[in-house]
């Protein structure tokens, strides 16, 4: 008998699908749900260009479309646009979501088709390739341009111990894949501790270390020298009462992923390449700062910082706690960086929040996170310019990527130092990219890669997680088709 497929009620509304190509799509509220980060964009229509910035015009050249696309192709124009514009329609992401976890990707034939659609759009645009060969090809490209790559290998959570021995050789291979590439064409290798880790194991690790900050007696033999996990304004609802210590086998485990992530940081350090460790939940994120904290003092570059944490501006306590930590490593003598976002957790976040009866972690209002990210990005800028640390500015948010580089040249920060850097995910943001590149800002693009199946799954959490801004995708796409418009009319003149 063959299983009934139940039709979401994006298919039962097709005209929904069917958008003029220049006209943007409804961009939500200023506090719409998305995630990780957000833009300026708050009308449906065509934003004139000359009215998105209202900081110094002279820093990020938005306007010579014909100098800020130079390098891309047509062909590359014309595809990105389109892509853009399926990923910023929200049935689309309904239904790309709806199918990726129906019975359909049970049936080999469907599955077959619906994977080589995916692979031939959004897989293009958002990923790197499927191994190291293509995105060999993919950072070389970047490279042509005057960007550089940030290779994160999209592996989900690891489940026991094999799993994480195999993502360890495959962040390895990573490594080692950056001595054939164009000189300085690769930023970072981008690890994710929950690759080499069980996010068990880290939830039970981030128990402990929340009850130890509550209580400083309780002790915890197995941890390492380490920089400050906490503030006091941190959530600490996650842990109601005492842990239970550790198991012997638990432990076992925990040295094995302490080794894993020395192995990997020793391999970076050898090729003097630098390591980028991503965020995840409230629930797990102390442990992961944990083995970020502990690899940055034994691992760094004379005075400069060879391991980056990350840190989540949507969270009311990142601010502190970033603050908090990069000042006891400049006491320690550790060189620490640190790539900033806004964060990729927030509806989570606040439904768990929710059904504790607790107040949520996430600032109440989207103005308040993009103040967050612009009071963090002006601290780190300040240190920078007293010589210590390093950031990487991870925005699609025009506003701040203006604010920042007005501040850096402000504060005399060469737009060459490797100590500010400024990313953006592959395939979005290519305005704000190439802008500040023209700029002569240091640019990375983050470079997801794995097999299409692996990926996929990541991919399609991010397009719901991202929403927002997916669909404010409007101004990029706006300036691709100025651009494409002004090369028809050279080409019909």
Not at 120 to 125: I, L, R
Not at 219 to 236: G, T
Not at 355 to 377: K, Y
Not at 400 to 423: M, T, Y
């Amino acid at each position: 008998m063959a299983n009934k497929v139940v039709c979401p009620k994006a298919f039962r509304d097709l005209r929904s699908f069917v958008r003029c190509l220049n006209t943007a799509p409804t961009v939500p509220p200023m506090n719409f749900t998305g995630a990780y980060d957000a833009t300026t964009v708050t009308t449906p229509a065509l934003i004139p260009t000359d009215q998105v910035i209202t900081a110094d015009k002279k820093v990020i050249n938005f306007e010579d479309v014909k100098e800020l696309f130079t390098g891309v192709s047509t062909l590359k124009l014309i595809r990105s646009t389109l892509t853009l514009q399926m990923a910023a329609t929200e049935p689309m992401v309904d239904v790309g979501i709806w199918v990726m976890n129906s019975k359909l990707m049970h049936m080999p034939i469907v599955k077959e088709v619906i994977l080589g659609f995916v692979k031939g759009t959004f897989y293009e645009h958002f990923c790197a390739g499927k191994d190291l060969i293509e995105v060999r090809r993919t950072v070389t490209k970047l490279s042509d341009v005057g960007l550089k790559g940030m290779l994160d290998y999209g592996v989900e959570h690891a489940t026991e111990n094999e799993s994480c021995d195999q993502s360890m050789k495959v962040f390895l291979q990573t490594a080692e894949s950056t001595k054939s590439l164009p000189s300085s064409s690769v930023s970072f290798v981008v690890v994710k501790i929950t690759a080499i880790c069980t996010p068990k194991l880290l939830k039970r690790m981030s128990d402990l270390l929340r009850w130890e900050h509550k209580n400083p007696s309780f002790n915890l033999p197995w941890k390492q020298k380490s920089l400050p996990l906490f503030s006091d304004s941190s959530p600490f609802y996650h842990t109601p009462q005492k842990p239970e210590p550790l198991t012997v086998e638990e432990e076992h485990d925990l040295q094995l992923a302490h080794e894993r992530l020395m192995t990997i940081c020793k391999k970076c350090l050898e090729l003097d390449v630098d390591l980028l460790i991503d965020a995840e939940d409230t629930a797990i994120q102390p442990a992961i700062d944990y083995f970020a904290y502990s690899a940055a003092i034994k691992y760094h570059k004379d005075d400069d910082p060879m391991i980056f944490g990350t840190i989540q501006a949507y969270l009311k306590d990142s601010k502190e706690r970033m603050v908090i930590a990069k000042k006891a490593a400049e006491k320690m003598g550790v060189p620490m960086g640190f790539k900033l976002v806004r964060g990729a957790y927030m509806s989570s976040e606040r439904e768990l929040a929710s059904r504790l009866g607790v107040q949520s972690p996430i600032h109440d209002s989207i103005e308040q996170t993009h103040d967050c990210f612009n009071s963090c990005a002006e601290f780190m800028l300040d240190e920078i310019s007293n010589g210590s640390g390093a950031v990487v500015l991870a925005t699609h948010n025009i506003d701040s990527g203006k604010l920042a580089a007005s501040k850096a040249i402000d504060l005399g920060i060469r737009k060459d130092s490797q100590k500010l850097q400024f990313a953006q995910l592959y395939g979005m943001a290519e305005g704000l990219s190439f802008g500040l590149r023209n700029a002569g800002f240091q640019v990375s693009k983050y470079l997801p890669f794995g097999p299409v199946e692996q990926v996929m799954p990541y991919l399609i959490r991010r397009a719901e997680e991202n929403r927002g801004l997916l669909s404010t995708s409007a101004f990029d796409r706006q300036l691709m088709r100025k651009e494409l418009t002004r090369r028809f009319k050279v080409a019909t003149s």
